[in-house]
Protein backbone atom coordinates (compact mmCIF):
# COMPACT_ATOMS: atom_id res chain seq x y z
CA UNK A 1 0.00 0.00 0.00
CA UNK A 2 1.80 3.23 -1.12
CA UNK A 3 1.90 6.52 1.00
CA UNK A 4 -1.18 8.33 0.28
CA UNK A 5 -3.24 5.25 0.40
CA UNK A 6 -2.27 4.70 4.21
CA UNK A 7 -2.71 8.17 5.20
CA UNK A 8 -6.28 8.40 3.63
CA UNK A 9 -7.26 5.47 5.52
CA UNK A 10 -5.68 6.44 8.61
CA UNK A 11 -7.40 9.67 7.91
CA UNK A 12 -10.40 8.77 6.55
CA UNK A 13 -12.93 10.71 8.37
CA UNK A 14 -10.95 13.93 8.87
CA UNK A 15 -10.07 13.99 5.01
CA UNK A 16 -13.65 13.64 4.10
CA UNK A 17 -15.28 16.11 6.20
CA UNK A 18 -11.88 18.65 4.83
CA UNK A 19 -12.96 17.50 1.08
CA UNK A 20 -16.95 18.40 1.96
CA UNK A 21 -16.23 21.46 3.53
CA UNK A 22 -13.94 22.84 0.77
CA UNK A 23 -16.87 21.97 -1.97
CA UNK A 24 -19.77 23.40 0.46
CA UNK A 25 -17.40 26.71 0.44
CA UNK A 26 -17.69 27.03 -3.41
CA UNK A 27 -21.61 27.52 -3.28
CA UNK A 28 -21.67 29.45 0.16
CA UNK A 29 -22.24 32.71 -1.45
CA UNK A 30 -24.10 32.11 -4.15
CA UNK A 31 -26.84 35.03 -5.16
CA UNK A 32 -25.60 37.29 -2.70
CA UNK A 33 -24.00 40.76 -3.99
CA UNK A 34 -21.28 42.61 -2.38
CA UNK A 35 -22.66 45.70 -2.95
CA UNK A 36 -20.73 47.58 -0.04
CA UNK A 37 -17.06 47.84 0.59
CA UNK A 38 -17.08 45.44 3.65
CA UNK A 39 -18.85 42.92 1.96
CA UNK A 40 -16.05 43.20 -0.95
CA UNK A 41 -12.97 43.16 1.49
CA UNK A 42 -14.68 40.18 3.22
CA UNK A 43 -15.61 38.33 0.25
CA UNK A 44 -12.02 39.05 -0.57
CA UNK A 45 -10.60 37.32 2.63
CA UNK A 46 -13.37 34.43 2.67
CA UNK A 47 -12.01 33.29 -0.60
CA UNK A 48 -8.33 33.42 -0.18
CA UNK A 49 -9.34 31.56 3.00
CA UNK A 50 -10.76 28.55 1.27
CA UNK A 51 -8.04 28.61 -0.79
CA UNK A 52 -5.35 28.22 1.49
CA UNK A 53 -7.61 25.41 3.39
CA UNK A 54 -7.84 23.35 -0.08
CA UNK A 55 -3.60 23.79 -0.26
CA UNK A 56 -3.70 22.81 3.11
CA UNK A 57 -5.52 20.34 2.81
CA UNK A 58 -3.55 18.54 -0.52
CA UNK A 59 -0.63 19.03 1.63
CA UNK A 60 -2.23 17.12 4.48
CA UNK A 61 -2.92 14.59 2.21
CA UNK A 62 -0.06 13.55 0.95
CA UNK A 63 1.57 13.64 3.90
CA UNK A 64 3.22 17.41 3.56
CA UNK A 65 1.70 18.67 6.56
CA UNK A 66 5.08 20.35 8.04
CA UNK A 67 5.46 22.07 4.59
CA UNK A 68 1.34 23.16 5.04
CA UNK A 69 2.67 24.85 8.48
CA UNK A 70 3.92 27.62 5.83
CA UNK A 71 0.31 28.27 4.10
CA UNK A 72 -1.11 27.79 7.86
CA UNK A 73 0.61 30.61 8.75
CA UNK A 74 -0.80 32.99 6.10
CA UNK A 75 -4.48 31.56 7.39
CA UNK A 76 -3.89 32.40 10.66
CA UNK A 77 -2.63 36.23 9.68
CA UNK A 78 -5.72 36.39 7.55
CA UNK A 79 -8.05 35.23 10.36
CA UNK A 80 -6.33 38.18 11.94
CA UNK A 81 -6.72 40.73 9.58
CA UNK A 82 -10.36 40.17 9.31
CA UNK A 83 -11.42 39.94 13.16
CA UNK A 84 -9.41 43.47 13.32
CA UNK A 85 -11.19 44.51 10.11
CA UNK A 86 -14.72 44.02 11.79
CA UNK A 87 -14.01 44.84 15.18
CA UNK A 88 -13.61 48.65 16.28
CA UNK A 89 -14.67 51.48 13.72
CA UNK A 90 -14.84 48.54 11.30
CA UNK A 91 -15.91 51.36 8.69
CA UNK A 92 -13.02 53.58 8.80
CA UNK A 93 -11.14 50.40 8.96
CA UNK A 94 -12.27 48.89 5.53
CA UNK A 95 -12.32 52.21 3.71
CA UNK A 96 -8.25 52.43 4.78
CA UNK A 97 -7.87 48.67 3.62
CA UNK A 98 -8.89 49.37 0.40
CA UNK A 99 -7.54 52.57 0.34
CA UNK A 100 -3.82 50.97 0.64
CA UNK A 101 -3.60 49.43 -2.25
CA UNK A 102 -2.68 52.95 -4.08
CA UNK A 103 0.17 52.81 -1.55
CA UNK A 104 1.33 49.39 -2.32
CA UNK A 105 1.29 50.13 -6.34
CA UNK A 106 3.17 53.21 -5.82
CA UNK A 107 5.63 50.82 -3.58
CA UNK A 108 5.84 48.30 -6.20
CA UNK A 109 6.05 50.41 -9.10
CA UNK A 110 9.16 52.71 -6.82
CA UNK A 111 10.75 48.99 -6.63
CA UNK A 112 10.48 47.84 -9.67
CA UNK A 113 12.06 51.40 -11.17
CA UNK A 114 15.05 51.38 -8.77
CA UNK A 115 16.13 47.44 -9.67
CA UNK A 116 14.55 46.71 -12.32
CA UNK A 117 15.97 47.46 -15.99
CA UNK A 118 13.48 49.83 -17.54
CA UNK A 119 14.03 52.63 -19.90
CA UNK A 120 14.19 56.40 -19.28
CA UNK A 121 10.66 57.42 -20.89
CA UNK A 122 9.30 53.94 -19.53
CA UNK A 123 10.26 55.11 -15.89
CA UNK A 124 8.88 58.92 -16.31
CA UNK A 125 5.34 57.43 -17.51
CA UNK A 126 4.57 54.54 -14.92
CA UNK A 127 6.04 56.57 -11.89
CA UNK A 128 3.19 58.98 -11.92
CA UNK A 129 0.05 56.56 -12.52
CA UNK A 130 -1.04 56.67 -8.87
CA UNK A 131 0.30 60.23 -7.85
CA UNK A 132 -2.36 61.98 -7.06
CA UNK A 133 -4.53 59.36 -5.17
CA UNK A 134 -0.85 58.42 -3.64
CA UNK A 135 -0.52 61.95 -2.54
CA UNK A 136 -4.07 61.79 -1.26
CA UNK A 137 -3.61 58.85 1.18
CA UNK A 138 -0.61 59.88 2.13
CA UNK A 139 -2.38 63.33 3.93
CA UNK A 140 -5.31 61.35 4.77
CA UNK A 141 -3.87 59.21 6.33
CA UNK A 142 -0.76 61.20 7.95
CA UNK A 143 1.86 58.53 6.24
CA UNK A 144 4.77 61.24 7.00
CA UNK A 145 7.55 58.21 7.57
CA UNK A 146 8.53 55.86 4.95
CA UNK A 147 7.84 53.20 7.55
CA UNK A 148 4.25 54.22 7.49
CA UNK A 149 3.75 53.15 4.12
CA UNK A 150 4.23 49.55 5.11
CA UNK A 151 1.47 49.00 6.97
CA UNK A 152 -2.12 49.36 5.77
CA UNK A 153 -3.49 49.19 9.17
CA UNK A 154 -1.28 51.16 10.97
CA UNK A 155 -0.57 48.62 13.61
CA UNK A 156 2.18 45.79 13.64
CA UNK A 157 0.31 42.45 13.10
CA UNK A 158 0.80 41.55 16.63
CA UNK A 159 -1.03 44.49 17.78
CA UNK A 160 -3.88 44.02 16.06
CA UNK A 161 -4.15 40.52 17.45
CA UNK A 162 -4.06 42.34 20.55
CA UNK A 163 -6.47 44.08 19.69
CA UNK A 164 -8.83 41.33 18.80
CA UNK A 165 -8.00 38.66 21.93
CA UNK A 166 -5.43 37.09 19.87
CA UNK A 167 -2.33 38.21 21.47
CA UNK A 168 -1.73 34.28 22.71
CA UNK A 169 -1.89 32.50 18.60
CA UNK A 170 0.27 35.19 17.90
CA UNK A 171 2.43 34.89 20.42
CA UNK A 172 2.98 30.87 20.35
CA UNK A 173 1.44 29.32 16.85
CA UNK A 174 2.04 32.18 15.01
CA UNK A 175 6.00 32.67 15.64
CA UNK A 176 6.06 28.97 15.57
CA UNK A 177 4.92 28.98 11.90
CA UNK A 178 6.91 32.05 11.88
CA UNK A 179 10.61 29.93 12.41
CA UNK A 180 9.18 27.05 10.01
CA UNK A 181 8.63 29.72 6.73
CA UNK A 182 12.12 31.72 7.60
CA UNK A 183 13.52 28.20 8.08
CA UNK A 184 14.66 29.09 11.34
CA UNK A 185 16.51 26.50 13.95
CA UNK A 186 13.60 25.25 15.42
CA UNK A 187 12.71 24.09 12.34
CA UNK A 188 15.99 21.34 12.32
CA UNK A 189 14.36 18.52 13.81
CA UNK A 190 11.67 18.66 11.59
CA UNK A 191 13.70 17.47 8.96
CA UNK A 192 16.84 15.93 10.57
CA UNK A 193 17.34 12.73 12.45
CA UNK A 194 20.30 11.08 14.37
CA UNK A 195 22.65 13.87 12.95
CA UNK A 196 25.06 13.90 15.54
CA UNK A 197 24.97 10.05 17.07
CA UNK A 198 25.23 8.20 13.41
CA UNK A 199 25.11 10.47 10.44
CA UNK A 200 22.00 12.59 9.69
CA UNK A 201 19.10 11.29 7.86
CA UNK A 202 17.13 13.14 5.82
CA UNK A 203 13.27 12.70 6.49
CA UNK A 204 12.30 13.28 2.98
CA UNK A 205 8.80 12.66 1.26
CA UNK A 206 5.54 12.10 2.48
CA UNK A 207 5.59 11.72 6.25
CA UNK A 208 2.48 10.41 8.82
CA UNK A 209 3.56 13.83 11.24
CA UNK A 210 1.57 16.35 12.16
CA UNK A 211 -1.43 15.73 9.62
CA UNK A 212 -4.27 16.04 11.76
CA UNK A 213 -2.45 18.90 14.37
CA UNK A 214 -2.21 20.85 10.84
CA UNK A 215 -5.48 20.53 9.48
CA UNK A 216 -7.58 20.43 12.10
CA UNK A 217 -6.26 23.83 13.32
CA UNK A 218 -6.69 25.24 9.54
CA UNK A 219 -10.15 23.88 9.38
CA UNK A 220 -11.00 25.99 12.82
CA UNK A 221 -9.72 29.02 11.39
CA UNK A 222 -11.58 28.71 8.45
CA UNK A 223 -14.92 27.73 10.24
CA UNK A 224 -13.57 31.18 11.97
CA UNK A 225 -13.24 33.30 9.07
CA UNK A 226 -16.71 32.22 7.25
CA UNK A 227 -18.97 32.78 10.58
CA UNK A 228 -17.20 36.50 10.22
CA UNK A 229 -18.32 36.23 6.67
CA UNK A 230 -22.14 35.09 7.38
CA UNK A 231 -22.26 38.10 9.75
CA UNK A 232 -21.01 40.74 7.46
CA UNK A 233 -23.38 39.24 4.37
CA UNK A 234 -26.01 39.05 7.10
CA UNK A 235 -26.77 35.46 6.93
CA UNK A 236 -27.84 33.28 9.47
CA UNK A 237 -25.02 31.89 11.88
CA UNK A 238 -27.39 28.79 12.40
CA UNK A 239 -26.85 26.97 9.11
CA UNK A 240 -23.04 26.56 10.79
CA UNK A 241 -24.02 24.69 13.75
CA UNK A 242 -23.66 21.46 11.80
CA UNK A 243 -20.61 21.53 10.58
CA UNK A 244 -19.07 22.97 13.67
CA UNK A 245 -20.68 20.23 15.82
CA UNK A 246 -19.26 17.92 13.59
CA UNK A 247 -15.84 19.69 13.33
CA UNK A 248 -15.47 19.94 17.04
CA UNK A 249 -16.27 15.93 17.22
CA UNK A 250 -13.18 15.03 15.21
CA UNK A 251 -11.04 18.44 16.98
CA UNK A 252 -11.56 16.22 20.05
CA UNK A 253 -10.77 12.58 18.45
CA UNK A 254 -7.63 13.81 17.19
CA UNK A 255 -6.36 16.76 20.00
CA UNK A 256 -8.01 14.98 23.24
CA UNK A 257 -8.33 11.55 22.70
CA UNK A 258 -4.24 11.71 20.98
CA UNK A 259 -3.27 13.85 23.99
CA UNK A 260 -2.31 16.45 21.13
CA UNK A 261 -4.86 19.06 22.95
CA UNK A 262 -1.37 20.27 24.88
CA UNK A 263 0.77 19.91 21.90
CA UNK A 264 2.62 23.58 20.28
CA UNK A 265 3.06 23.62 16.65
Not at 182 to 205: C, D, M, Q, W
Not at 221 to 241: H, M, N, P, W
Request: net charge positive; with cysteine.
Amino acid sequence: MNDDKILRQKYQDLFDFSENTIEKSRNFLVGEKAATLEKQVTLFHFARAVYLLDAIYRLCAQGFATEAMVILRSLLNLYINIKWLTSGDSKKRFERFAEFEVVFKRLAIEAVIKYGAIKGEIKNTNLNIHDKEFDRVKKKYNLGKKRDLFSWSGKSLFRMATDVNLEKEYSIIYSKLSSMEHTGPESVKNYLEHSEERGFTIKAGPRDENIDLVLVTALEYYFKVQEITRKIFGLDCSALENDVQIFLELQNKYWVNNKKAKKVL
